[in-house]
Each structure stands twice: as C-alpha cells, then as structure tokens.
C-alpha cells in the first residue's frame, strides 16, 4: 500500500519544524514495505512519515500473529510472550495497587487487548472501565474474563475527574490523535490521579544496536517512537509532569530476539540477543531513562487541576 505523499511536517508533540529523516526500517511482521522516520531536533521524538491515516492502518492490524489482538500461542516465541507476560502482570498490578494502598478506587485502562490486565485489577477490587478498538479483541476479553470492553471512542464520553489510574500499556505509539487523548486524560483523572503510559525508548542500548531491525519500531503501527525527552515534553504541554522512570525489564530480553529473528540469525541470535538484553539491562540499573521500554508514572500540575 502507498500513502499519499507529503513534504516533511513538524513534530507531532512540540510542533518544531526542524525535523529530518533518521532511519528507515520495514514492516518486518507482515508486508516487508519500508517506511521513513523523522527525527525532532527539539524533542528528539521518532515518528513514522508519512504517517498512514486511520483508514490505511487498519490491514497492518489483520494478521493471525499480532499477538496483542489474538493471544496466539503457537511457536516458542508466542509462548516465551505468554510466560513473560504472566510475570509482568503481576508486577504491573502489584505497583498500580501500591500507588494507592488500602484504596480500591476506579481504574481506566485503554487499549486493554484481550482483557488480562483489566481482568487482574478487577480481581484486586478495583471498579474497572476498559477500552480497545479491536473488535475481535472485545470479544475475546468477553469469553475469557467476562469483561465487556468499550469502543475506544467512548474515551470523549466518559464523566470527568472519575479515575484514581489511567493506565496505557504500550498504546499511546499506536494512538492518532494524541493530542486530544492528552487532553483527555487531563480531564478523566481525579486530583492526585496517576496516568501510567508504558511505550518503547528509542534511546535505549538496544534501539541503538539493532537500528533499524529493533523490533520495537513495529512499522508502520507505531505511529511514534518516543524517548524520554519527548515524553517529558509531551506531558509538559498538557499541564503534566513524570515523576518516575520504570524499566521494563524483560522488553529488552524479548525485543532483542525478534529482533534476531528479522535479521534470520539463526541459533547465534539467540545468544547474542541475551546479552543484548543483559548490557541494555545493566545501563537501564544506572539510568532507568535509557531502558528498552519505560513505564512513566505522571501527574497533572496542581496549577492545572
């Protein structure tokens, strides 16, 4: 598929003009296509040019092996997803839940896939509303966990300052109109309310050692790459501001062997995909802002409450 050609546009976040093409990497899941990415010089984001409309995305979704839509489990690499995915599960909820010990309040989670985050809040006596676009994943999340999900639009409908947590996890690369999002989630939080938002980092040890195989740029769903700088920038604009940096410790691990995987290396990919994972893990002990995925803890400015 071609999308409309277009000339280089400002930067998505912090609307600078001076951005510049970066990197070029393909579509290695599905169509094998090549796609741009521009750099912000401000903000340092990445983001996917020309960007597909909502409408030309939608085939890049339907694949039987896009895992967060269809919980396939065939084949070691699904399997070792599912195993890692129950650990980190359990982490996710155990520090949401920590946010706001001894209170059981309301939770939000968008892009919620098949259910099995909103399922275990839910467990923990959370009042939970989740939303994802997908409707096969909908249903889904109705026959494992009993969970009806809402369209994702119904984001616009909801009662204001109605959630202690709004949680993204690996969402918010995958999002259109971000800026409208932002604003919503503004508006959707209590006072002293948490947005957690997890996305990739393309600064991290790995991103850097795979370039345009790093498997985490999943063109052309990841609309945006982001890194640190311009998540910070990001919330800044919308009256926001991070409080803490949490690497995602397993990311590089899984990330570095599809990335392996697309390069065709074989038995020694595997091998050195650990210790990619390992170095990238250890500067991530140093400075959590060069993880290879970042769960951001944020809160809205009391100015802007």
């Known amino acids: 598929m071609s999308f409309q050609q277009q000339s280089y546009t400002p930067c998505p976040v912090c609307k600078n003009d001076n951005t510049a ?9 599905l169509t094998k296509e090549s796609f741009d990415m521009l750099i912000c010089k401000k903000c340092s984001l990445l983001f996917t ?21 269809t919980d396939v489990k065939e084949g070691w690499m699904n399997k ?30 968008v892009g919620a896939g098949t259910g099995a985050f909103a399922s275990a809040m839910q467990k923990k006596g959370w009042k939970v509303t989740a939303l994802e676009p997908d409707e096969g994943s909908r249903k889904r999340a109705l026959d494992n966990y009993n969970l009806s999900l809402l369209p994702v639009d119904e984001l616009y409908n909801l009662p204001k300052h109605s959630f202690e947590v709004i949680t993204l996890w690996h969402v918010l690369e995958h999002v259109h ?17 948490r947005l957690i938002i997890a996305v990739p980092n393309h600064t991290s040890y790995d991103a850097q050692f795979y370039n345009s195989y790093w498997a985490a740029y999943d063109l052309p769903r990841h609309l945006y790459h982001f890194s640190p700088s311009s998540m910070d920038t990001l919330c800044a604009l919308h009256n926001m501001k991070v409080l803490e940096y949490k690497p995602m410790w397993f990311d590089s691990f899984y990330v570095s062997l599809l990335s392996e995987k697309y390069k065709n290396a074989g038995y020694i990919g595997i091998v050195r995909a650990f210790f990619i994972g390992c170095i990238s893990n250890l500067i991530a002990l140093k400075n959590a802002k ?3 995925s970042i769960i951001y803890e944020i809160k809205i400015l009391d100015s802007a409450i």
Not at 21 to 29: E, F
Not at 49 to 63: A, E, G, L, M
Not at 80 to 108: A, D, P
């Open 177 to 193: 109109d971000l800026s409208a999002y932002m604003n919503a989630f503004r508006s959707l939080l209590k006072v002293n309310g």
């Open 80 to 109: 070792l997803y599912h195993k890692v995915k129950t650990r980190t599960l359990l982490q996710k909820t155990n520090w949401v839940q920590s946010l706001f010990t001894g209170h059981k309040g309301h939770i939000l989670e």
């Open 290 to 292: 060069r993880a290879s």
């Open 21 to 29: 093409l970066s990197l070029q990497a393909k579509d290695y899941s």
């Open 49 to 69: 040019f020309p960007t597909p409309s909502k409408i030309d995305i939608v085939p890049y979704y339907n694949f039987p092996d896009y895992i967060s839509h």
